[in-house]
Structures are given as structure tokens and as C-alpha cells.
T-cell receptor
Framework: SQQGEEDPQALSIQEGENATMNCSYKTSINNLQWYRQNSGRGLVHLILIRSNEREKHSGRLRVTLDTSKKSSSLLITASRAADTASYFCATDADFGNEKLTFGTGTRLTIIP | DTAVSQTPKYLVTQMGNDKSIKCEQNLGHDTMYWYKQDSKKFLKIMFSYNNKELIINETVPNRFSPKSPDKAHLNLHINSLELGDSAVYFC??????????FGQGTRLTVV
């Protein structure tokens, strides 16, 4: 079963606007990660946030984590056409197992 | 210098055949994975290996048999292929608790 659900499933915005995607998960985690997948390609890691962190930045990306609500958000500021992709959250659960469980993904389209 | 490479990229085969997908990582990671991505883009873990040992088998049919000859390689062999096996299969590697690096995927089509 999917650990996480992402919201929205699809998002279209104008270039230059900010894009926000949300992820909810079910179990305790060690960390939460965000990945990007361009059409027909593999997944690329964007950012990792640990369970004891609340916010993390990387370039135009900002990730927040609320472990009490079991949710995370990914904000992409000043979007570009090249940001068009699917975005997935993944959780490294606190089971002692080596696995990442992925959410359902958000399909982001940036309109030039 | 591809970090995680998997071959072939495309695989078209008939029902009932047996096929293999190979994966190699040159990152020195201890953990390797196989994921299946279906037509709705859901990514589901199939197997996880740590230092050549099977850690996770997520209720995958036993027609799927992973093999890890060393910690840099994790191959996936599939027997008696079925139409429902059509999907994109991704290999990945990581150190425990760190980000994963993915291969480019193998698009398997069973006809």
C-alpha cells in the first residue's frame, strides 16, 4: 500500500508563480524525501528532511515537515518551464527496515 | 559515469517467457532496491537488499527472483511473464537513511 498521498494530483501554474505540493503519510518516520521524475526518466532526489527538522531549503525549494500532522509540503518558488515533472514524496519509515515508500505523486505543469 | 545503470532500457516479450533485468551501482552503497511503477505512476517497492542479503520482499509473486552476486549488483529475473507484469521497473541504491539514486528504468511490455 502507498505510505503517502500527495495533493493535488495535478497542478498547472504560470511560469514565475510558486508551486506548493503536499504529502501526508501514515507511520512514524526517520526522514522524508522529495523526488522529481521527468517524463520517461528515473527519479532524481531533491531534498531530505529528518524527523527532528521542521524546515529545509535548497535553492528554490523549501520543504516543511509537521510530524504531529504526519504531513510535509514542497514549495517551488519562481517556477520555470523546466520544473514541469512529477514530484513524489517518500518516507523512510521508523521500522529499522531499509526501504523508501513513495506517495502517489503530483504532476506539475508550468505554462510558459 | 552513470551511478546506477540498468539494462535493458526497453524489453518487449511474449507472455510465458522468462526475462532478466540487470542493475549495477558504482556508488559503494550497501542497499539496493527494485521498484515497480505502474501505468498510474504508482511506485511500489518490490525488494530491498543490504550487503547482498534480502531484507524486504513485498509480497511479490515468486515468479520474480532477485539475485545479488555482490553488493554492487542486483538483478531481477522474471519467470512466466504475464500481461500484468507490464510496467517500468526501477533499480535504486542508497546508504541506509540517506537519499536513493535511481536508474533510468526498464520499460517492460508483455504482449
Amino acid at each position: 500500500s502507498q505510505q503517502g498521498e500527495e495533493d493535488p494530483q495535478a497542478l498547472s501554474i504560470q511560469e514565475g508563480e510558486n508551486a506548493t505540493m503536499n504529502c501526508s503519510y501514515k507511520t512514524s518516520i526517520n526522514n522524508l524525501q522529495w523526488y522529481r521524475q521527468n517524463s520517461g526518466r528515473g527519479l532524481v532526489h531533491l531534498i531530505l528532511i529528518r524527523s527532528n527538522e521542521r524546515e529545509k531549503h535548497s535553492g528554490r525549494l523549501r520543504v516543511t515537515l509537521d510530524t504531529s500532522k504526519k504531513s510535509s509540503s514542497l514549495l517551488i518558488t519562481a517556477s520555470r518551464a523546466a520544473d514541469t515533472a512529477s514530484y513524489f514524496c517518500a518516507t523512510d519509515a521508523d521500522f529499522g527496515n531499509e526501504k523508501l515508500t513513495f506517495g502517489t505523486g503530483t504532476r506539475l505543469t508550468i505554462i510558459p | 559515469d552513470t551511478a546506477v545503470s540498468q539494462t535493458p532500457k526497453y524489453l518487449v516479450t511474449q507472455m510465458g517467457n522468462d526475462k532478466s533485468i540487470k542493475c549495477e551501482q558504482n556508488l559503494g552503497h550497501d542497499t539496493m532496491y527494485w521498484y515497480k511503477q505502474d501505468s498510474k505512476k504508482f511506485l511500489k517497492i518490490m525488494f530491498s537488499y543490504n550487503n547482498k542479503e534480502l531484507i524486504i520482499n513485498e509480497t511479490v509473486p515468486n515468479r520474480f527472483s532477485p539475485k545479488s552476486p555482490d553488493k554492487a549488483h542486483l538483478n531481477l529475473h522474471i519467470n512466466s511473464l504475464e500481461l500484468g507484469d507490464s510496467a517500468v521497473y526501477f533499480c535504486a541504491s542508497s546508504q541506509v537513511g540517506r537519499e536513493a539514486f535511481f536508474g533510468q528504468g526498464t520499460r517492460l511490455t508483455v504482449v
